[in-house]
């Protein structure tokens, strides 16, 4: 199972919203916002904090039925259960933030996290996953040459005097490079001519070293979620962003 949260940050803008926000937040989480020294940055980083608690409970409560329906006794009792508490998070292989569930779950729950601009996404899964947005900027022509494969330029290339174009492919590129960065540990570099993002939005671009989820949370953002193909091959060929309410994850907290 594998879901894709997304939450834009404007609302987060407000100080009061952010105080407010701030105090709901964890003890680790305000440390990581003091040191930025950015009101964007800060804002981002709380974001992302409320959301993965968001994406777990919902993650959390999906899974646990899902569980119980696979039950041949049809108990929930009998399923494994995820703690209903957000566990603590440690750092995995290869520095990759990772839940430190306990011992009697033996169910797999994996997250990513990525931000740019004014979104903050969150990926939640039962297998391992890298996620990355992307906000369309200007091509650099320098990060073209260096780091994209022949294919891969020819994507950004299509798009031909539309700079719009141009900056969607390549900020779709990017997000799949970064995503699978996060997925594997390795560098950029290290991932020249490995993979190929799709040519239409929302399509899948699957290969030999990865499956590729992505599409546009608005004109201006690109997302792009990766993970192994082995442990994908129950998962949809496309994937929809849950766009989390402003109001509903800064104000209310009815999760």
Excluded at 42 to 59: M, N, T
Aim: overall charge negative; some cysteine; charged content about 35%.
């Amino acid at each position: 199972m594998i879901r894709l949260y997304a939450v834009n940050i404007l609302p987060l803008k407000d100080e009061e919203c952010f105080e407010r926000c701030y105090m709901r937040s964890s003890k680790k989480r305000q440390e990581k916002a003091d040191v930025l020294q950015m009101p964007s940055d800060k804002a981002r980083c709380i974001a992302a904090g409320l959301l993965l608690e968001y994406a777990y409970e919902k993650f959390r409560i999906e899974k646990t039925k899902e569980l119980a329906n696979a039950n041949s006794f049809g108990y929930a009792q009998n399923a494994v259960r995820f703690p209903e508490t957000m566990p603590d998070i440690t750092e995995g292989l290869r520095g990759k933030p990772e839940f430190e569930m306990p011992e009697d779950c033996d169910a797999e729950c994996h997250f990513n996290l990525s931000h740019s601009g004014n979104y903050v996404i969150c990926v939640m899964a039962d297998f391992e996953v890298g996620a990355d947005v992307q906000r369309r900027t200007r091509v650099r022509e320098s990060v073209l040459q260096r780091f994209f494969s022949e294919e891969e330029k020819k994507c950004v290339e299509a798009g031909g005097e539309d700079d719009v174009l141009r900056e969607r492919a390549f900020a779709k590129v990017w997000a799949c490079k970064e995503a699978a960065t996060k997925l594997t540990g390795r560098g950029i570099g290290q991932l020249l001519g490995e993979m190929l993002p799709a040519e239409k939005e929302g399509d899948n671009a699957n290969g030999d070293n990865y499956r590729i989820w992505q599409g546009m949370l608005d004109e201006d953002y690109a997302w792009a979620v990766v993970s192994y193909p082995e442990a994908a091959t129950d998962e949809p060929e496309v994937m929809e962003p849950v766009i989390v309410d402003g109001g509903e994850l800064f104000y209310e907290r009815k999760f």
